[in-house]
């Protein structure tokens, strides 16, 4: 199972300079990837949303600037809510990541649901999962296509060619309902869970993915299972990846033992790294110990 590590994107540890340490760090220490999200905008009430969302930087440029300061760790985006963007200007963007980086891209897309951020972009809530389905039709052929053509009821390509073409990219679908776990088996190369999944549920949804897949002709053992660790280091016990280090590495151990393919540790969500209100020295501090203590070859 492959560990990774969420990348400084969100509150005080979130910054140039962390950015390049902690993926540096990752790489050196073998994680096997490195995590960004995504949040355009938050209510104008600052406790209507979790404090990880109120300041976050973009994920894809985010990357970028990792991919410049990485050679091997893998790059990924957990996860880029596919309804903001147009797939044409998505495809041109993670084509270019993922060429510039040498094929590490592992492209995660959701659906959204954010209210402020669909107005803002001019999208709908509606039909979300009827407008995943063909945007990523239309992903697969900007992707792989020399002629690249879709006509759909939401998204059209006329006859064109996009170049360069990626390397990958691996395209994965986040959600937690039965709809997109079974969307993610059907189309996609795996499928993520979310910060609020309950992990001792997580079984079964795997399975659901799998399921679905194989009904699709896939490999169903093929399908990756990547799972965001909200990490609690010092934390509740009672509760899975919170707790002592012994006790995180234990319960990454057991995700493995339900088929998860991999794990990646995302301290944005520990208020004590990832929230803005945090005094940046003590946020990185703490961040750069769990790093180190959570390391893979531990």
Same mark, same amino acid.
């Given at each position: 199972? #492959?560990?990774?590590?969420?990348?400084?994107?969100?509150?005080?540890?979130?910054?140039?300079?962390?950015?390049?340490?902690?993926?540096?760090?990752?790489?050196?220490?073998?994680? *096997?990837?490195?995590?960004?999200?995504?949040?355009?905008?938050?209510?104008?009430?600052?406790?209507?949303?979790?404090?990880?969302?109120?300041?976050?930087?973009?994920?894809?440029?985010?990357?970028?600037?990792?991919? =410049?300061? %990485? %050679? &091997?760790?893998?790059?990924?985006?957990?996860?880029?809510?596919?309804?903001?963007?147009?797939?044409?200007?998505?495809?041109?963007?993670?084509?270019?990541? /993922?060429?510039?980086?040498?094929? #590490?891209?592992?492209?995660?897309?959701?659906?959204?649901?954010?209210?402020?951020?669909?107005?803002?972009?001019?999208? %709908? @809530?509606?039909?979300?999962?009827? &407008?995943?389905?063909?945007?990523?039709?239309? $992903?697969?052929?900007?992707?792989?296509?020399?002629?690249?053509?879709? /006509?759909?009821?939401?998204?059209?390509?006329?006859?064109?060619?996009?170049?360069?073409?990626?390397? *990958?990219?691996?395209? @994965? $679908?986040?959600?937690?309902?039965?709809?997109?776990?079974?969307?993610?088996?059907?189309?996609?190369?795996?499928?993520?869970? &979310?910060?609020?999944?309950?992990?001792?549920?997580?079984? *079964?949804?795997?399975?659901?993915?799998?399921?679905? =897949?194989?009904?699709?002709?896939?490999?169903?053992?093929?399908? &990756?299972?990547?799972?965001?660790?909200?990490?609690?280091?010092?934390?509740?016990?009672?509760? #899975?990846?919170?707790?002592?280090?012994?006790?995180?590495?234990?319960?990454?151990?057991?995700? *493995?033992?339900?088929?998860?393919?991999?794990?990646?540790?995302? @301290?944005?969500?520990?208020?004590?790294?990832?929230?803005?209100?945090?005094?940046?020295?003590?946020?990185?501090?703490?961040?750069?110990?769990?790093?180190?203590?959570? #390391?893979?070859?531990?």
């Amino acid at each position: 199972m #492959r560990i990774g590590f969420g990348a400084p994107v969100s509150g005080a540890w979130a910054g140039p300079e962390n950015l390049a340490r902690f993926a540096e760090r990752a790489e050196e220490l073998g994680y *096997g990837s490195l995590w960004t999200f995504q949040r355009l905008l938050t209510p104008a009430d600052p406790e209507a949303l979790d404090v990880v969302y109120r300041s976050v930087l973009d994920p894809l440029v985010a990357l970028s600037y990792v991919a =410049a300061r %990485t %050679t &091997r760790i893998r790059l990924g985006v957990a996860v880029l809510n596919l309804p903001f963007v147009s797939p044409a200007y998505l495809a041109k963007q993670a084509s270019t990541l /993922d060429l510039l980086s040498g094929g #590490r891209l592992d492209l995660g897309l959701g659906t959204g649901w954010q209210r402020e951020e669909f107005v803002a972009s001019g999208a %709908t @809530l509606e039909r979300r999962g009827a &407008r995943a389905e063909e945007y990523l039709q239309a $992903l697969h052929t900007l992707f792989r296509d020399e002629v690249s053509e879709f /006509d759909g009821e939401f998204y059209t390509v006329v006859p064109s060619r996009m170049a360069p073409k990626p390397v *990958g990219p691996a395209l @994965l $679908l986040g959600g937690a309902a039965e709809a997109a776990l079974r969307r993610a088996g059907r189309l996609a190369d795996g499928w993520m869970s &979310r910060s609020a999944t309950d992990l001792t549920k997580i079984s *079964g949804q795997i399975a659901t993915v799998r399921e679905a =897949a194989e009904k699709a002709g896939k490999d169903p053992d093929a399908v &990756r299972i990547v799972v965001r660790g909200v990490v609690r280091a010092g934390g509740e016990p009672d509760q #899975r990846l919170s707790g002592s280090y012994d006790k995180i590495r234990e319960d990454t151990a057991w995700l *493995g033992e339900q088929g998860v393919t991999e794990v990646f540790y995302d @301290l944005n969500w520990d208020p004590q790294v990832g929230s803005p209100d945090v005094d940046p020295a003590a946020a990185t501090a703490r961040a750069e110990e769990i790093l180190h203590e959570l #390391r893979p070859d531990r």
